[in-house]
């Protein structure tokens, strides 16, 4: 992909003569093009254009014949600006009608320097004179304006599911909750601090990753946006610590020891380092896993499988957006497991079974979420084991810590290349990652010297 064609990504540019009115992420055709001025383009990462897209005049003044002749509009202008000679097109009939007004339209098929054994299709249209459409369509290019791409049923299975267990989640924890204040149990502080915690980072979202602008209308929209999801989400993590801290403390007590000493505060007890730094190599296990179960499909002799996720669909500076959702999503994948974990204790009675429901239920979202093939199941049971196995074994801040650097792999591009445009969010949570685990070296060491002849008798 790094040498042949165009490339797997687009940059998309989009600008209006007038303030954005939605509170919506702004995308290359979101909100509507429907403001006299709005353009959009999309270009390959060698700059070529390969799709444009503006909105001509509501209204136009009459025309003077004397100006007819130069109003014809000049072909080879976006042939040049997307690397393509229209002297070696062919004219053919159009089957690409514009989005709006126009009065000239045409349609090439020939070679294009990046695919040359493939014919390539071009699609343009002008309103007096001045590009309103250009496009390169390739054959594997689909009319998604006219049809609705198919979904694929494992990605319908996955939405069911994950919405299945948030509600389930969410209810339980409201009825659980209710239970443990009625009889003055639960720890409200270190439920306070998380939900702050967490609220917190939600703010600091809207604050720096939003795209702000001059109307007061939509900034004060775009705020109590914010403000509800980050009070529902900090809510329901509230709910969460609460309906659960009680069971975890009672059935399962040494899960919860790092946790609650990390809480109140004490950040140099060993035994928090020591659940940081396990989390940093389960985490490191993760991420070579997933690339593992990438490559397999070559054993069968079939191209690697492409990794898509928010760290792959997007390139560009996004760090406070890429960093909130590595640090607030790991803590509600772990209070949801052991929810999960206690509501299989509760139907099945053993909790060996209830932590082996867990483990096949993450290895099934997993293969949903990877689309995995047959041969990339097992390496999906052992992502899910690398979650399981640290809550089971170590308890909530080690899997709260595993997740936290194994998403790493999920929200950010990784690259070898730390010095290109787009590493540099990849290159700050990398430093963060290795800042975070020599601090739970050090810490795990307990005041200990690392070569002392104490430590390497023990």
Known sequence: MRDGGPGPYRYWYRQSPRYFETFETIEVDKPALDVSGMASIYLDMQGRLH????????????????????LTPDWSLPFREAGLDIANFKSVPSTSIPLHAYDARAAWDGPDPA??????????????GKLVYFETVYPWDQPLRQEEPPQKGSWKALTFIIIAIYLVALFGSLMLARRNLRLGRGDRRGATRVALVYFTVGMVVWLFIEHHNGLPVREFDLFFLHLATALLDSTFLWLLYVALEPFIRRRWPAWIISWSRLLAGDFRDPLVGRDILIGAAIGALFMLVLVLSDFSPKFLGQPPALEINPGSMRLGNLFFGRFAGQATSGLFVAFISVFLLLLFVVILRRERFAILALWLLFTLLFSLVTEATWIQVPFAALLAATVVFPLIRFGLLAVSSTLFFSYLAIFYPITTELTAWYATDFTIALGIALVLAAYGFYTSLGGQKLLSGKLLEE
Do not use: C, G, K, Y
């Open 115 to 128: 695919h040359p054994e493939l014919s390539t299709h071009v699609e343009a249209a002008a309103f007096r």
């Open 51 to 70: 799709w444009f897209m503006a909105v001509p005049p509501q209204r136009e003044s009459p025309i003077d014949p004397n100006a007819l002749p130069n």
